[in-house]
């Protein structure tokens, strides 16, 4: 049961929200709260969060709830497609005769081989490639 417990935790951080879903739970749960509070700020995740940030005594509940899951999964994506070019550098120089620098250019390749390591398939599933 102690192992379950500890185990949850890394199982959970390895999920990762798409953009697409982010945006859509953004606009289902603060698209009112925008338009009020927010209008003219541009869909980059900082700006939006902080200006929601600033109004937040004005901001409905569930926005405040989903705002953050929103914006923490949007991070989350971020540090997962930048980890892909560190767990599969191995893959991307050995088996798709590339070079750690070019992994967007490998990754076709690292979709289509099999053997690749569970880490960098780990990686590319967290990333949203696969």
Same mark, same amino acid.
């Given at each position: 049961?102690?192992?379950?417990?500890?185990?949850?935790?890394?199982?959970?951080?390895?999920e990762?929200?798409? *953009?697409?879903?982010?945006?859509?739970?953004?606009?289902?749960?603060?698209?009112?709260?925008?338009?009020?509070?927010?209008?003219?700020?541009?869909?980059?995740?900082?700006?939006l969060?902080?200006?929601?940030?600033?109004?937040?005594?004005?901001?409905?509940?569930?926005?405040?709830?989903?705002?953050v899951?929103? *914006?923490?999964?949007i991070?989350?994506?971020?540090?997962?497609?930048?980890?892909?070019?560190?767990?599969?550098?191995?893959?991307?120089?050995?088996?798709?005769?590339?070079?750690?620098?070019?992994?967007?250019?490998?990754?076709?390749?690292?979709?289509?081989?099999?053997g690749?390591?569970?880490?960098?398939?780990?990686?590319i599933?967290?990333?949203?490639?696969?």
């Amino acid at each position: 049961m102690l192992i379950l417990v500890l185990a949850a935790p890394s199982l959970a951080s390895a999920e990762t929200m798409s *953009f697409g879903d982010a945006a859509a739970l953004l606009g289902k749960s603060c698209g009112k709260d925008i338009d009020e509070n927010c209008r003219g700020v541009s869909f980059d995740s900082s700006r939006l969060k902080d200006c929601l940030y600033r109004n937040q005594d004005s901001v409905s509940a569930q926005c405040k709830v989903d705002y953050v899951r929103a *914006f923490e999964a949007i991070q989350k994506r971020i540090a997962a497609r930048a980890a892909v070019a560190k767990m599969c550098e191995y893959e991307v120089v050995k088996r798709c005769r590339g070079t750690a620098k070019e992994i967007s250019k490998s990754l076709e390749c690292l979709l289509a081989t099999s053997g690749v390591s569970a880490r960098c398939n780990q990686a590319i599933g967290d990333a949203g490639y696969r």
